[in-house]
């Protein structure tokens, strides 16, 4: 059984980016992770099948995405993953998604694909959530990365989802399989990953081996010390332990093999776009300085946040964009009206943060005066 209350604070970034803006009332029925009324599954499942109810299949997708996270561990969940694929199948029609299998190893690799063409062939974009999340929650952007010039394909970390390769050591090779896969309606000569947390992990081990990968954008990807820092792994949250045991079948101890070589980090000739979040309760400060040390083409975007840096969502969406473009070396109106609006995102973010420190401080001095009373 998960912590409920750790569920609740570790799954804000992923709701945030599934744009649900009443996670805080949902979540607030909900006391216990087993099953019906005031379950985690429960509650969300609720939440989507009256969402289906009114013919809002995208919505109600999101809302059984959270019901399985982190992963699925029995029937409840499980029943909301095939709930949250049945709904964005139902959404997809007459949307430019399309299905894409790809075979590793002997092993099935489901995607979701946009702006392929075998007439027109544009720079391929792999799209990968990290160890919590689907393909699905990133496929409705597809169309939109499409239109920015790219053919966009979304998949997911190895054991996550459709993707039934095994994650270990050979794992970042699937990578290449999508690739090959897409050759004849992509150019895949200039591929470029954006890769949440462990999926940037990946997508940089990957890189070191097939030159095709010419740029990698990730937030809060674990590098060196996350694999080989007992004591920092000592204090990793338990979700984050209970879903690598669950996706990798090994122990954090059995992992210590994955850190990035320094030498092979700093081999690389790709710039390499990084969120990173001060206080990241996930990932530990010494990966933020093997960053600095080893990367030469580093583009750098930090925050004082927690791990994804929920407070900065759509900064970090347009961040991410922007630098995906500039590493093809984009610089017309795309750039200029992403970049327009990425510093709008940023300025709220600020005044945002400013108006938290100032209600914190009042209700600091509010509570100094009651206990002085």
């Known amino acids: 059984m998960n912590s409920v209350e750790e569920l609740k ?11 649900i803006p009443d996670y805080a009332r949902l979540v607030g029925r909900i006391h216990s992770d087993g099953r019906g009324p005031g379950s985690w599954a429960g509650e969300w499942c609720l939440e989507g099948d009256r969402l289906a109810g009114r013919g809002r299949p995208l919505e109600a997708g999101r809302r059984y995405l959270m019901a399985r996270f982190p992963f699925v561990d029995g029937p409840a969940r499980q029943e909301a993953y095939e709930k949250s694929l049945a709904m964005f199948e139902n959404w997809r029609e007459g949307q430019d998604v399309h299905r894409l299998d790809v075979e590793y190893r002997g092993r099935r690799v489901g995607c979701w694909t946009s702006g392929l063409s075998a007439t027109r062939r544009k720079p391929l974009l792999i799209v990968m959530g990290g160890h919590l999340t689907l393909k699905e929650q990133w496929a409705p952007a597809l169309p939109v990365f499409a239109r920015l010039g790219m053919a966009a394909v979304a998949t997911e970390l190895p054991q996550v989802g ?8 050979d794992s970042p090779g699937f990578l290449s399989a999508v690739l090959d896969a897409v050759a004849d309606r992509a150019d895949v000569a200039r591929a470029y990953a954006l890769a949440m947390s462990f999926s940037g992990h990946l997508a940089l081990r990957c890189a070191m081996d097939d030159s095709r990968i010419r740029g990698v954008a990730t937030v809060g990807a674990p590098l060196g010390e996350f694999f080989t820092d007992t004591v920092w792994r000592k204090e990793l949250p338990q979700v984050t332990v209970d879903t690598l045991a669950h996706l990798t079948g090994a122990g954090m101890d059995e992992l210590a093999d994955w850190a ?57 969406k347009l961040w991410l964009a922007l630098s995906l473009l500039r590493m093809q070396g984009v610089r017309d109106g795309r750039t200029l009206y992403l970049g327009l609006m990425y510093q709008a995102a940023r ?18 001095r509010a509570g100094a005066t009651g206990a002085g009373v």
Request: aromatic share 4%; hydrophobic share 40%.
């Open 347 to 364: 300025i709220r973010s600020l005044l945002s943060a400013r108006r938290r420190s100032r209600s914190l401080g009042l209700a600091g």
């Open 9 to 19: 604070q570790y799954a804000e970034v992923h709701a945030r980016g599934l744009e």
């Open 162 to 169: 459709e993707n039934t390769v095994p994650y270990d050591g």
């Open 260 to 316: 990035l070589p320094a030498d092979r980090l700093a081999a690389l000739d790709i710039p390499v776009a990084y969120v990173a979040s001060l206080r990241d309760e996930v990932i530990p400060p010494g990966d933020l300085t093997v960053l600095r040390r080893q990367v030469r083409n580093l583009h750098l975007l930090v925050h004082d946040d927690v791990h994804g840096s929920p407070a900065h969502g759509d900064e970090n």
